[in-house]
Structures are given as structure tokens and as C-alpha cells.
């Protein structure tokens, strides 16, 4: 069964592509670039009840895991190093810009993790993420219509 509103939901929801696999799968498979985008940017947005839900309920349990513990520790130190002064000097508008940059390690789910590590109060991170996430929607989806529209020009000129 091949559905690509339905894989792009996949595409969307995996922490690894997010909107940047996503978006362009669906363009890419003839789906209108609005619905692309709405379908995409919704299920992306979930990254943040799902980030918040295993850190909260989750996660203390698997700490008790010694694997874990240490990936879970190295995922922490990359991220706090990566964000910590930028979440700090620019808070709320650290945190969407970091979201909304359509490049691998950004998104969603980092941006969610960021927020839950720097104790930025629930509404207001998820605010953030969420208008991180509907820029770089547009981005992606802006990028995917050029890219697929300048590829088919140039596949008509050869």
C-alpha cells in the first residue's frame, strides 16, 4: 500500500527526519505543498507531548538502566552544550529559532529536550517549539517546491 500522505506522517514523526524528510516525501509524491505542509507540521508538533510524556513518566524508570543512563548522559552534555548559552542569553526566541532551523540535530524533538533540560515552563516551550516548527515548515516547504520545480526544469532542458 503505497500512501504518501500517510508515510509522510512517518517521515514527520521520526526524530531522525522530521519535517525535513517529510514534507519533501510528500511534495515529491504529488501532494499538494498546503496539505504537505499542515499534515507535517501537525504530527511534527506531537514530538513535544511525546519528549515531555517519556521524561516525565518514562525516564526516571530507565535511569535505572546503566545503558541507558549513560546514553541518556551523553544525549544530555551534547545538548546542553550545543544550546546552553543561546537558551539562556535569548530564551524563548532562542529556542523557536533552534527549532525552526531546518538542519539535522535541530527540530522538535532536540528543541523539546532543550526546553525540558533548561526548565523553560511548559506553555511557554511549547509555544516556542511550536512556532519553531511552523517556520521551519514553511522553510522546508518553500525549499521542496523550488527544489522539485528547478529540478524538473532542468530534466526538461537534457
Known sequence: ?????????????????????GIPYAIYNDVNPFVAYFVCVSVNILAFPIVYLFLEFLHPLFLNLNLYKKLF???VV???????GKIEKW???G???????????????TGSLAAWLFNIPKKKAFLSVVLGVMISGIIVTILSVSGIEALNFLLKKV
Open 91 to 93: 530564551g524563548f526566541w
Open 73 to 75: 548522559d551523553k544525549i
Open 1 to 21: 500500500m503505497n500512501n504518501p500522505i500517510f508515510e509522510a506522517i512517518l517521515w514527520s514523526i521520526l526524530p531522525i527526519s522530521e519535517l525535513r524528510g
Open 78 to 84: 551534547k545538548t546542553r552544550n550545543k544550546l546552553e
Open 95 to 109: 529556542l523557536m529559532i533552534f527549532v525552526m532551523i531546518p538542519l539535522p540535530i535541530t527540530g522538535a524533538y
